[in-house]
């Protein structure tokens, strides 16, 4: 936020590259205790690039093994090197520090199973790898979303700011307030509806059975679309409108909103994505509006690893009195 302070009324910012930034150094902070601010810009692009490779392996029935240097090998090695840099430098800190702080590095450094067994220093980094990748580069694409979604919808930005302008008074907002941003939930909800960071989310079958009427043979692919289920007129009104509002008034069925998948392999970080995605959202609309630069309008989607602004989004600012 200070950034966009000190950049001003009528500056045009990138919030693509702005949201991937800020929710790292909320995993950073929260989850590790440690700043990530100068790291941010190499760890987004390997956080991208080793998702882009470990999801393409996902989606295809055979994958080249992982020694052998093909193009995407290379590409997710060089990015597990910047992401292991990073957790060695973390981990180095907290070992220097000698100090308990209650986090979840913290957790994973004293965790032990029932015969006292720690976790070795592979699993410790393998676990904080999949938090800093899964716990930014996704929230960060649905709150990139929901700017495009509210720069497009002057009204419905103004129903927010509404909201913050009752709850947001003289003292930073905290987790406390959580409860209270009814809208400010639903305008995330919205944009995870439309632009569901996991658009595509496989699994392959341990056992054959029938799905749907169909037999599906074990060793399957099966690969579900929230993209079309959040989009199917049969389970929306006005599917392809933005409407907050459906997730504050309507009945919603659970099983046709599935932006975090469903089940015992449900993203584990769900809780901790919607705490940091909405309260990031409600602490930057409360001090600024967002609106397109030169007539643009809500970009064409580029759908990678997660469906992300083909050409990045660029909002100006305007800061609120």
Not at 57 to 83: K, Q, Y
Request: proline residues 7%; negative net charge.
């Amino acid at each position: 936020m200070a950034d966009w302070e000190r950049a001003g009324t009528g500056a045009v910012i990138d919030i693509d590259a702005a949201m991937m930034h800020a929710t790292l150094e909320v995993v950073g902070h929260a989850l590790f205790g440690s700043d990530l601010s100068h790291d941010a810009a190499a760890l987004a692009d390997a956080t991208l690039d080793a998702l882009d490779v470990v999801i393409a392996r996902a989606r295809v029935p055979i994958a080249p093994p992982g020694w052998i240097p093909t193009p995407a090998n290379r590409r997710l090695a060089a990015a597990n090197r910047v992401l292991d840099g990073a957790v060695q430098r973390m981990l180095a800190e907290r070992v220097r520090a000698r100090v308990r702080t209650h986090d979840m590095l913290d957790m994973l450094m004293a965790v032990r199973d029932q015969d006292g067994v720690g976790l070795s220093d592979e699993e410790i980094r393998n676990q904080m790898v999949t938090f800093i990748v899964a716990g930014h580069e996704t929230v960060a694409s649905a709150l990139t979303w929901a700017w495009a979604l509210l720069a497009a919808h002057p009204h419905e930005q103004a129903a927010l700011h509404a909201e913050l302008s009752e709850i947001v008074r003289d003292s930073p907002l905290t987790i406390a307030d959580y409860p209270l941003l009814v809208r400010t939930r639903a305008v995330f909800d919205e944009a995870l509806r439309l632009y569901p960071p996991a658009w595509l989310i496989t699994r392959k079958a341990i056992e054959g059975g029938e799905l749907g009427g169909r037999e599906v043979p074990a060793g399957s692919l099966v690969i579900m679309s929230p993209w079309l289920l959040h989009r199917h007129p049969s389970l929306w009104r006005a599917p392809e409108e933005f409407r907050p509002s459906r997730f504050i008034d309507d009945e919603i069925d659970r099983s046709s909103f599935l932006p975090f998948g469903a089940g015992p392999r449900m993203c584990i970080g769900r809780d901790f994505a919607y705490v940091e995605g909405v309260l990031l959202l409600a602490r930057l609309a409360s001090r600024f509006e967002v609106g397109y630069p030169g007539g643009a309008g809500v970009p064409a989607t580029d759908p990678l690893v997660t469906i992300r602004p083909a050409g990045g989004l660029r909002l100006r600012i305007t800061l609120r009195a």
